[in-house]
């Protein structure tokens, strides 16, 4: 089970990226994906979480309304929409999955899921 983020750079305040996350040998159908992140000299913080069965998905409040997951099983693939991008939004962003997973909300621990990206990196400039 391997995933793969893609679609970090350089944005300004107030901007929007779409971050991808793709898997190479297992299909999107029913997978369980987390969004993280983690700045420089911070605990890494779920950003939210997606559950494709019923496309259910649940943010972390510092990005609540600003933040959104959908999936893509045609191009299998679950993408992180970031609107609204602030400074504090800086940092190295990573998927993680569950696979197979057939529950209708979210992994409930980071244990559980099976595979990490290696991350890639927002920058929000002022």
């Known amino acids: 089970v391997q995933v793969v983020e893609s679609g970090g750079g350089l944005v300004q305040s107030g901007g929007s990226l779409r971050l991808s996350c793709e898997a190479s040998?297992?299909?999107?159908?029913?997978?369980?994906i987390g969004w993280f992140r983690q700045a420089p000299g911070k605990l890494r913080e779920e950003v939210g979480c997606?559950?494709?069965?019923?496309?259910?998905?649940h943010y972390a409040d510092s990005v609540k309304g600003r933040f959104t997951i959908s999936g893509d099983n045609a191009k299998n693939a679950v993408y992180l929409q970031m609107d609204s991008l602030k400074p504090e939004d800086t940092a190295v962003y990573s998927c993680?999955?569950?696979?197979?997973?057939?529950?209708?909300?979210?992994?409930?621990?980071?244990?559980?899921?099976?595979?990490w990206g290696q991350g890639t990196q927002v920058t929000v400039s002022s």
């Open positions: 997606f559950s494709s069965r019923d496309g259910f998905a």
């Open positions: 993680a999955a569950r696979y197979p997973w057939y529950g209708s909300s979210c992994v409930d621990e980071e244990y559980e899921y099976d595979s």
């Open positions: 040998d297992f299909t999107m159908d029913y997978v369980a």
